[in-house]
């Protein structure tokens, strides 16, 4: 569901090309943004699918206003974007794009530092994916994240670039089924706690 969604997630002015997720508020950082030569460039970037554009123009202006964590999100998006044009030297390019821009801004909590090892997987940086395990490992992990990097590094060694659900990393109990399973509940929408972070980790890709 979250694919067929995508388009509506941000919009685009038709006059200057101004993307947010609600045009009618802006200022004027983003309007002097929108008005230069890098943002007008990447308007008119036929090579990229349109709907990668407009993410990666939010993702500008976000870096441009200091928000890079929100900027690597935005090229994230361009990156699914551009899985689903079959486009894989964009999506990899992009990935990496994005795992730089939420190690630029403040310091990633632990959600994102396990994100980044799903980003680097899926962009095929085998070892830099193994590193930022390892990283995760030697501080030492909370149950169930834990299992989420383990799963990550046998993807890893096995050069498997491909998407997987958060279920995939941990099977459930043949007690108590999955949400996943026929007949499970669904979690609530903005629920929060560690195993939700968990499932919007692997919700796409």
């Known amino acids: 569901m979250a694919r067929s969604t995508m388009p509506h997630w941000l919009q685009q002015c ?37 709907l990668a554009r407009r993410f990666l123009c939010r993702a500008m202006l976000l870096e441009e206003t200091g928000d890079l964590h929100g900027a690597a999100e935005a090229t994230l998006h361009a990156a699914w974007v551009a899985d689903d044009s079959r486009k894989p030297d964009l999506a990899r390019a992009w990935r990496l794009d994005a795992v730089a821009l939420f190690r630029q801004g403040p310091r990633p909590d632990l959600e ?53 659900t958060v279920a995939s990393a941990m099977p459930p109990p043949s007690a108590r089924p999955h949400v996943t399973h026929r007949g499970g509940a669904a979690p609530r929408p903005g629920s929060g706690g560690l195993l939700a972070a968990l499932r919007r980790l692997f919700r796409r890709r």
Do not use: H, K, W
């Not at 101004?18 to 004027?28: F, N, Q, T």
């Not at 095929?124 to 989420?148: K, T, Y």
């Open 112 to 164: 994102q530092r396990v994100r980044i090892v799903d980003i680097l997987r899926r962009a095929g940086d085998f070892g830099g994916a193994a590193a930022q395990a390892g990283e995760l490992e030697r501080a030492g992990l909370p149950d169930p994240v834990d299992r989420v990097v383990a799963f990550e590094r046998r993807l890893i060694a096995a050069g498997d670039v491909r998407a997987y």
């Open 14 to 50: 038709p006059n200057c090309g101004y993307v947010s997720p609600r045009i009618d508020e802006a200022d004027e950082a983003a309007s002097a943004i929108v008005a230069g030569g890098p943002y007008r460039a990447l308007l008119a970037e036929a090579g990229y699918p349109p």
